[in-house]
């Protein structure tokens, strides 16, 4: 069970009843994550871009038999699992290996990679987010339900090189698994927050950042909005949309031309749209 040529003790487990993956499978529901301040991460690229965060996994899960040899997935190029495994050596963190049998039933993503971490609980709080210098830009999503959702904002975040991303009022949590896969790894990259509406907008206006939230209910296209200097760009829910405390606290409401049947993008879409418009304008500023 012990790896001899390893600084740090390695275990295998092959029996998929083992303790600990009954310990893995509960981590997927957010009270588990709650109460244990854990949660998991899955896959070359998520949990590399978790230690170029500075993140260090408490365990690393592997299963060398779904590692690809030459770093790819098809056409894609994923990298080598081996390189990063060796990297989580390196950091002295523990590694379990498991069987084909026990790690896919750990996994909770279609084609698993072999790698799966567990790591300290994922966000900070609003009062750790740091507003530096006037060009200050926050994502706000009210309300927003599917993890997927989530994810696609941050993806769109650290792209847009936003500087944080605050959930008002989440169904979900930046810690689950789904959400840190949607990412692509990118939770760990942007800091992320959770609080009441109330206390955002509290926090909005105590740092003296100009609010623009969208919705249909307003003539003012999008693109009609100055976002330079301290900006929250908000989204609502799903099935809602912002409410009326963010809508009435809002500095512009703006909207989306829809040209379609339709009457509304998908809530990540919109983020996109908005959150590329405002670097459409500090670029060309």
Partial sequence: MTNPTNAARELTITSASNPRLKGLLALRRRR???????????????????????????????????FSPAGRAGSQDIGHQTDLLGRLRDDRVEVVHLSRSAFEKVSYREGPDGLLAVVDRIGVSLGDLRV????HLTLLSQGVEKPGNLGAMLRTADAAGVDAVVAADPVTDWGNPNVVRASKGTVFAVP?????????LDWIA???IRLVVTTPETDLLHTDVDYTGRVAIAVG?????????LLEAATHRVRIPMHGKANSL???ASAAIVLYEAVRQRDAR
């Fill in 32 to 66: 588990t994550r709650e109460e244990t301040g854990q949660t998991l991460v899955e896959g070359y690229e998520e949990i590399g871009l978790a230690l170029s965060a500075g993140v260090r996994p408490g365990t690393v899960y592997v299963c060398e038999e779904l």
């Fill in 132 to 135: 530096d210098g006037p060009d």
């Fill in 192 to 200: 992320a927050a959770s609080a009441t509406t109330a206390e955002a």
């Fill in 206 to 208: 105590a740092h003296e």
């Fill in 237 to 245: 829910s799903e099935k809602h949309g912002a409410d009326r405390t």
């Fill in 266 to 268: 998908n809530v990540a």
